[in-house]
């Protein structure tokens, strides 16, 4: 069974604080991979994809991937109340047969405190 | 206003009834998805369509039926819902069945009394 983790549970950070998420993949076919985040009420939005090794920043979020180890991270500096959020890591295989496929993460419940 | 819309917000019914929900994206994509968000928050893809077509067909009960009249279109109907049902249903779209980013509408939320 094709299986992606993610690690906390849940994560609670004080404002203008670093949050930091993790994800492993359990299948070396999944070579894509996205962070989603939801807000209550709302469905997940797509933050940021990462397909190389190494790292890749959009502004406050910063995305690493390791693909020997599959383990890809999100990381958000200055951590303001509305990322107050469920974040996924999602994954993609590499072969064409599973077309555009997402294999969603667990997810990680932050709370940025005021 | 392009994005993802979804009919009903919330439904609440009985064991055994049909239910069916509506899905309309109006950002031009090809492709459309449907996923299931249970009480954890997981999230699991049901089925995939690509321009009308069925391309993704995971393991889900036979009740459940996805229904597309266009590739704008992708609706889910539940034939006698059982209690497991109760969940939140996703609807999607991507540009194409390759394209990488997932547009996501915000959602119906089915409980089965």
């Known amino acids: 069974q094709q299986k992606v983790q993610q690690s906390p549970e849940s994560l609670s950070v004080p404002e203008g604080g670093m949050a930091s998420f993790n994800c492993t993949s359990s299948?070396?076919?999944?070579?894509y991979f996205w962070w989603y985040r939801q807000h209550s009420g709302e469905g997940p939005k797509a933050l940021m994809?990462?397909?190389?090794?190494g790292d890749k920043k959009e502004g406050r979020f910063t995305a690493h991937l390791n693909k020997a180890s599959l383990h890809v991270s999100l990381h958000i500096r200055d951590s303001q109340p509305s990322d107050s959020a469920l974040y996924f890591c999602?994954?993609?295989?590499?072969?064409?047969?599973?077309?555009?496929?997402?294999?969603f993460g667990t997810g990680t419940l932050l709370s940025v405190k005021p | 206003e392009t994005a993802v819309f979804q009919t009903p917000n919330y439904h609440v019914t009985q064991v055994g009834n049909e239910v069916s929900f509506n899905c309309k994206q109006t950002?031009?994509?090809?492709?459309m998805y449907w996923y299931k968000q249970d009480s954890k928050k997981l999230l699991k893809i049901m089925f995939s369509?690509?321009?009308?077509?069925?391309?993704v067909n995971e393991t889900v009960p036979r009740r459940f039926s996805p229904q597309s009249s266009d590739k704008a279109h992708l609706n889910l109907r539940i034939k006698s819902v059982e209690p497991e049902d109760s969940a939140v249903y996703l609807c999607?779209?991507?540009?194409?069945?390759?394209?990488?980013?997932?547009?996501f509408g915000p959602g119906t939320r089915l409980t089965v009394l």
């Open positions: 299948d070396r076919n999944f070579q």
């Open positions: 950002l031009g994509h090809d492709t």
């Open positions: 999602a994954a993609r295989m590499n072969y064409g047969g599973s077309g555009n496929k997402l294999i």
């Open positions: 369509y690509n321009n009308k077509q069925l391309i």
């Open positions: 994809s990462i397909f190389s090794d």
């Open positions: 999607a779209s991507s540009q194409d069945w390759v394209s990488y980013e997932q547009y």
